[in-house]
């Protein structure tokens, strides 16, 4: 048996009932890794030696525990903008090449207290800001379905690793679509939850409202274990939602009946892959042959979503990363003066992308730009806020494509940043508005790469969301389907 | 052509918190460098902060004590900029929706109340401090600052003199005192204050040119350094020039003021509300818990002082601009009530001396080594005849530098007065022995020799006799000329 293959749930089962131990489950994904890295680089940092040792308590727990958690010596990736104590945490940045934080961001705290083992930290776009993992500044992912291929973004890291077993779960973040669309292109399930409803604390901010932790996983059950897991009210964010965690995986019942999912029209135009669309639709229909009622709405102020996005998160991101500036933690370049200081250890330490993000972000800011820039935007993203509200008002869900093309090739776009962030055109509605949206494989393109189809919630309502997508996933087999690399 | 000064100023007040504004670390003054910071404070990548809630109570109180309209809801906004002691590249303040507007506050100027607007109050938190001078080759931060919490009070251009701001900013301390919200002191730098100064031509109502004056490290500072702008602004007019819109800094060693940076050279903040922080919400109840929680304040305490305790309304003033003077005097009065003689004692001899000895910035009264107690026992012992006014005032000084009791005081230095009539009479006859020319020309009809005489007693018995005493026996004794020279011949043969 390929243990490092298995799922959470399955793995978790086996590993109660004393089939293998954590020591030995963490042993087979750190072969997988040392067999598949070479050709993937999904890891920017591998944390074998405290995995292995944590293995070894989580064994001890698995003895003594009457009542083990599910993440109990599940070995999990997590993405390299998360602190992790004790372990270097870059954000794929110069900057950050050599940080090694002093404390665990609350994600990783409740992973640590609940058993889990981090084999190391993931890939990512520099910062999170990129939807194809290339503007990392230490190297590109590659997609295991197709290795010259990305693996998108900005979660990339994560999503290769996980669908070449490189580790049983993967946490990443999602800003834009950075959890869902690299779980699109890679054939795993990623889920975004509602804003507020996992903790930001000790997550590098990049756009801080539309930040969100999510889980990836390899299927459905494995991503509503994740959220309990994670979500949660934490009095260390302001922003987190104080209310109770559903048991997400007790409405995985596989009964849709009734549910009604709208299907907006402005989602389905030009510039979509057609075996994207095709895909989608047929997606659409299995459900509805699962008891779903189909109907189509509308969401007017889709066409604002992109530009909206780039105006809001670049400013915010442009005063969230003033604190690299050199003075206590972090890359420095030594220089004459204090100016001449800040300027160079900025310039080296930062890519182009992350640099070109805070430059728009500094102009969308600046006296004289305000108004016509960062206000009018957020005034058209309660536009795009109320748009959804009144789709929900006739629908329980809405299913659009993760993303209007399978994984693009290495170098593609990255010379044309306005290509690149087209990319994230289906997924940054729900980082505007907040609400939670979940990709999940729905088929595979004419050259054998997978297709993600998102299904978009109400607010803090993951749990239909996650049980259409079990009931679909249910009758399917896309998420059985490994890449051949 | 006369010109009229116009003044708004700016305070930032350091709340007396325990915790910083954002995160748990505390606000003690004078820790070791570095001390009081965690992540949050020192900006380290995911850390968010959290609002501490007496932050936004401190808000309130001071607001309601200042007329102010307290927002239902508002925002914090981030301010940009680098520097060094601003870990995150950002300060977290409040910008277009603040949570007090448009209260005032009444000062006395020439016995007139004056009423001086305040715009806003907003909560925001302090930098740390960048150390130039400790090490040749490089500037060190000291982060132990940076959260703390701040109040920034912001005047209408409402002030017409340099001594109207000092009176402003005498009365704002009091109140912020009062409060139990800031201690006030400007020397340490938790009470801080710019000015907006300008001039124009008297009779005319648009504002000029404004400079901002920074490094107004005390009352004298403003004063002073307000003074110097409002001539060199009218010096430059008369003359036919014109002025910049900049920043100045007041030198107090040469008592000037330099530019520090033209208008050109003005930062664009870049405000936008804090994304990492909810807007902060008030409700009604809360706020009239808070209202309801109000210490009396400087007026209210001055009108009762005079009305309770008989004492003269320029006495009053006095005690009540400062909060713990007018606690010092209360408490000292419940040791011995005599309202008169005890506020004479600390609006003259205490002020004098904690001026003298430049605690008056410093300390908290109530922290002074003369103890309320003690100085009522000193007065006390006046008011019982055991010393005199004349003996106090070394009694006085001697319990400023030691701490101790009166009693002890006198006891260990030999000055009690001496009052019982045999020994007085015992040690005037010695004088009149001693000076029996003096005593003859005074029966000869001398008057002026009554004034040496006792003198003379007063220095023999090192002024420890009571003096009314003396005086009467003296006087006795001298009527009954022969009876002395007799008896005092006698003993002298």
Known sequence: MNLAALTLHEAGEKLRKREFSAQDLTEAVFRRISETEEKLHSYITLSRDAALKEAKQADERLKSDTNPRSLLGIPIAVKDNFLTRGIRTTCASKFLENFIPPYDCTTVKKLRASG?????????????????????????????????????????????????????????????????????????????????????????????????????????????????????????????????????????????????????????????????????????????????????????????????????????????????????????????????????????????????????????????????????????????????????????????????????????????????????????????????????????????????????????????????????????????????? | MKYETVVGLEVHAQLLTQSKIFCGCSTKFGQAPNHNTCPICTGFPGVLPVLNKKVVEFAIRAGLATHCEIARWSRLARKNYFYPDLPKGYQISQYELPICTNGYIDIAVNMVVKRIRLTRIHMEEDAGKNIHDLRSDASLVDLNRAGVPLLEIVSEPDIRSAEEAGNYLRTLRAMLQYLEICDGNMEEGSFRCDANVSVRPEGTTALGTKVELKNLNSFKAVEKGIEFEIRRQIEALSDGGRLIQETRLWDPDREETRSMRTKEFAHDYRYFPDPDLLPVAIDEEWIDEIRASLPELPGARKVRLISQYDIPSYHAELLTNRKDVADYFESTLITHRNPTAIANWITGDLFRLLKDRKLDEKLYITDWPVQPDNLAAMVALIDQGKISGKL??????????????????????????????????????????????????YQAGNQKIFGFLVGQIMKATQGKVNPQKANEILKRKLTEGNKISATSGRKLD
């Open chain 1, 116 to 485: 889990a083992i981090i084999t190391g930290k993931t890939n990512l776009d520099e910062f999170a800001m990129g939807s194809s993992a290339e503007n990392s500044a230490f190297f590109a992912t590659r997609n295991p379905w197709d290795t010259d291929r990305v693996p998108g973004g900005s979660s990339g890291g994560s999503a290769a690793a996980l669908a070449a077993d490189q580790c049983i779960v993967a946490l990443g973040t999602d800003t834009g679509g950075s959890i869902r669309q690299p779980a699109a292109f890679c054939g795993v399930v990623g889920l975004k939850p509602t804003y507020g409803r996992v903790s930001r604390y000790g997550i590098i901010a990049f756009a801080s409202s539309m930040d969100q932790v999510g889980p990836m996983t390899k299927d459905v059950r494995d991503c509503a274990l994740m959220l309990e897991a994670i979500a949660g009210y934490d009095p260390a964010d302001s922003t987190s939602a104080n209310r109770p965690v559903p048991q997400y995986s007790a409405s995985l019942t596989g009964d849709v009946k009734d549910l009604r999912i709208g299907i907006p029209k402005e989602y389905f135009v030009s510039g979509i892959q057609p075996d994207v669309e095709q895909a989608v639709r047929t997606a659409i229909r299995q459900l509805e042959r699962n008891g779903v009622a189909i109907k189509e709405i509308s969401l007017p102020h889709t066409d604002y979503a992109v530009a909206v996005y780039y105006i809001v998160a670049t400013a915010e991101a442009s005063s969230n990363l003033a604190r690299y500036d050199g003075m206590r933690y972090g890359h420095r370049a030594y220089a004459k003066d204090l100016t001449e200081t800040y300027m160079l250890s900025r310039a080296e330490g930062f890519g182009p992308e992350v640099k070109r993000r805070i430059m728009l972000g500094t102009y969308a800011l600046s006296a004289g730009y305000y108004d016509a820039y960062y206000l009018k935007a957020q005034r058209v993203r309660t536009l795009i806020k109320k748009d959804f509200d009144e789709a929900f008002k006739s629908c329980d869900a809405i299913i659009v494509p993760t993303a209007p093309t399978t994984a693009f090739k290495i170098g593609e776009k990255t010379q044309d940043p306005l290509r690149m962030y087209l990319s994230d055109i289906y997924t940054i509605s729900a980082n505007l508005t907040g609400l939670p949206a979940i990709s999940l494989p729905c088929g595979f393109d004419s050259e054998g790469l997978p297709i993600g189809m998102q299904i978009i919630g109400k607010h803090f309502d993951e749990s239909t969301i996650l049980a259409i997508a079990y009931a679909y996933e249910q009758s399917t087999d896309w998420h059985k389907r490994k890449p051949n690399f």
């Open chain 2, 392 to 441: 106090a005032k070394t009694v006085f000084e001697a319990m400023a530098d030691s701490g101790s009791s009166p009693q002890e005081i006198i006891a260990e230095k030999g000055l009690e007065q001496v009052s019982d009539p045999e020994s007085i009479e015992k040690a005037i006859d010695q004088v009149l022995i001693a000076h029996r020319k003096q005593v003859a020309d």
